[in-house]
């Protein structure tokens, strides 16, 4: 968790705190504090103020402007992370057992952005061994894939969005799954990310497709479908 919240919160993320850039700046300093305590036994505060002028940092040091594309896919990645912890969350109201998988993706989601928050372009090996990502995660998705495809009915229509609430925010966090994979593809393709990076978002929307079905078919929603309007 160190790499996550120590490459998350150097690529501007938001991240603070004792493994964050403002606590790191902290306890460094060993400054005293007004009531004759150590600055480090404080909580920092949530700001640091070093974004205000519109650049923000890598995870390898480098200042880049917040309108980088690797901020882009930052953004992106954390949005996809949020929107499926909202989808967790009303599965949870319902019981389901695949929750735990949701946050294990929420956590390999904070590993992609430290890989995204290394460009290699600037990274040193000390970096690269700290935010490498490996085919393993793909592969397990995969796994989840085929498991949860052998119990639905086939595909014969075009679904719409749909299936009850843990279904809905469940294809809306597979939307903007779809959005990261865009921000991140130019990326790998610039060989500033890892392949694998694009592969995991590739397949994770594959994987929120089909357990949006799964759920809809557990709590026994019914899936829209789309119908051609007539003349």
């Not at 998350?8 to 004792?18: K, Q, S, T, W, Y």
């Not at 357990?211 to 003349?231: H, N, Q, T, V």
Request: charged residues 25%.
């Amino acid at each position: 968790m160190l790499r996550r919240a120590a490459a998350a919160a150097a690529a501007g993320r938001g991240l603070r705190g004792p493994l964050g850039a403002a606590g790191q700046r902290q306890q460094r300093s060993g400054e005293g504090s007004p009531d004759g305590g150590s600055r480090s036994d404080r909580a920092p505060k949530i700001y640091t103020r070093t974004g205000d002028a519109g650049f923000s940092s890598t995870f390898t040091g480098e200042r880049r402007p917040k309108a980088d594309r690797i901020f882009e896919a930052l953004g992106a990645t954390d949005e996809l992370s949020s929107a499926i912890g909202l989808a967790g969350e009303f599965m949870s109201e319902k019981g389901h057992t695949f929750v735990e998988q949701l946050h294990k993706v929420q956590c390999m989601l904070q590993d992609v952005g430290s890989n995204i928050a290394t460009p290699l372009s600037s990274a040193r090996e000390a970096h690269l061994k700290r935010t490498s990502f490996s085919e393993k995660p793909v592969l397990e998705l995969e796994q989840w894939i085929d498991s949860y495809s052998e119990e639905l009915p086939p595909l014969r229509a075009f679904i719409l969005p749909s299936g009850g609430k843990s279904s809905a925010a469940l294809h809306f966090s597979r939307a903007v799954c779809r959005r990261a994979e865009r921000c991140v593809v130019p990326l790998v393709q610039a060989g500033e990310a890892d392949p694998n990076v694009a592969k995991y978002l590739n397949r994770l929307s594959d994987y929120l497709f089909v357990l949006a079905r799964y759920a809809a078919m557990k709590e026994g929603k019914e899936e829209k479908i789309y119908l051609k309007p007539g003349p």
